[in-house]
């Protein structure tokens, strides 16, 4: 078995600092690895990017990421990226990452995602060139999650995004904002290789638990949904999500 602890729109800046670290501290204990699914700042700068450096340091197990919209508002990212690794977090973006465990060998591939919309709702590449170049922003960010999915060579396989793949759990949001939480086409990269779990957070009012097209669990862990510091999930080798 393989623990998965994640979390999501922790948010850090100076006056959060502390409030993840007392479950930190029991998290080895707990599990395996820290998947932490974007907006780790506030606003995107380099001082906020130090703040969760601090919190998500020296932790015990492996904590990767991947960056959210806030992550990039001060247009900062390389800067936040160097500082996050400064703290061993491990950033991905269209990469995967594999991690040796107890319970075997965990593959996890992350890209940030982007929105759209979702199957018979969503936007599409159509009219003015700022219409094209968002969808296909999109498109790029799908493709680049299913080719790092279908690359790795583990025994279980997590996506991790900020942005949602499926409509399940953005369940509470207002459905006037859908396109701009998620796209169906990062549900479709998910669904092309054999993905055990996949977690995401950027809906901070939506709900925890959906399910892609294919079957795949998806757990939205905004901090704001899971109301505590991390939810474990406990994955078994080449089988779906058992938490
Ligand atoms: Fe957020
Ligand atoms: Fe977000």
Redesign the pocket.
């Given at each position: 078995m393989i623990r998965v602890a994640a979390v999501a729109?922790v948010h850090m800046d100076s006056d959060v600092l502390g409030r993840y670290r007392p479950a930190l501290e029991e998290l080895p204990d707990k599990a395996d690895v820290l998947l932490l699914g974007?907006?780790l700042t506030r606003h995107g700068s380099a001082a906020e990017a130090e703040c969760v450096a601090t919190e998500f340091r020296d932790l015990g197990v492996p904590v990767i990421a991947v960056l959210?919209?806030?992550d990039h508002h001060r247009d900062q990212v390389p800067e936040v990226v160097k500082t996050l690794e400064g703290g061993g977090i491990a950033v991905l973006e269209g990469e995967g990452t594999v991690i040796d465990t107890p319970g075997g060998r965990l593959g996890v591939a992350g890209a940030k995602g982007f929105g759209g919309g979702f199957a018979g709702r969503c936007a599409s590449a159509f009219g003015e060139p700022e219409m094209k170049a968002f969808v296909q922003t999109t498109c790029d960010a799908a493709d680049r999650l299913s080719e790092a999915l279908r690359r790795l060579e583990c025994d279980v396989l997590v996506a991790l995004t900020?942005y949602a793949p499926v409509p399940d759990t953005l369940l509470g949001e207002p459905l006037e904002i859908y396109p701009f939480l998620g796209s169906y086409l990062l549900g479709q990269a998910i669904d092309s290789a054999p993905t055990a779990l996949a977690v995401h957070?950027?809906a901070h009012m939506g709900s925890e638990r959906g399910v892609t097209p294919g079957g795949v669990k998806v757990r939205n862990v905004a901090h704001p949904v899971i109301k505590q510091a991390y939810s474990v999930f406990h994955l078994h080798a080449r089988a779906r999500a058992a938490a």
């Open positions: 729109d974007g907006d959210g919209n806030h900020h957070g950027h």
